[in-house]
């Protein structure tokens, strides 16, 4: 009974001795050069344009001061909604 994990214990170390030998093991693996990574890049560089002004549909006036000033309903078209409270009579 004593045998067997003795032979198992011999054979997974036989095993793992196959996978390298002492001076790989010492000297660690073989590493490529460090090259600078800005060759990598490609020297000509594509710019993309400026993005265009506020749709009139959009939250943001042109002309605003501020997004979270005063935002009342002043002008014509301005869009109200309206809260109706108690019953009609």
Do not use: H
């Not at 020297?43 to 344009?49: D, G, K, T």
């Not at 400026?50 to 997004?67: H, I, K, V, Y």
């Amino acid at each position: 009974m004593r045998t067997l994990p003795l032979i198992a214990l011999s054979l997974s170390a036989l095993s793992l001795a196959a996978c390298s030998t002492a001076i790989e093991a010492v000297k660690g693996p073989e590493l490529a050069p460090i090259g600078y990574p800005a060759a990598l890049v490609p020297v000509e560089q594509a710019y993309l344009p400026e993005p265009t002004s506020a749709s009139a549909n959009s939250l943001w006036r042109t002309g605003a001061r501020s997004f979270f000033g005063d935002q009342r309903a002043r002008r014509v078209g301005d869009i109200l909604t309206v809260a109706k409270i108690g019953r009609a009579v």
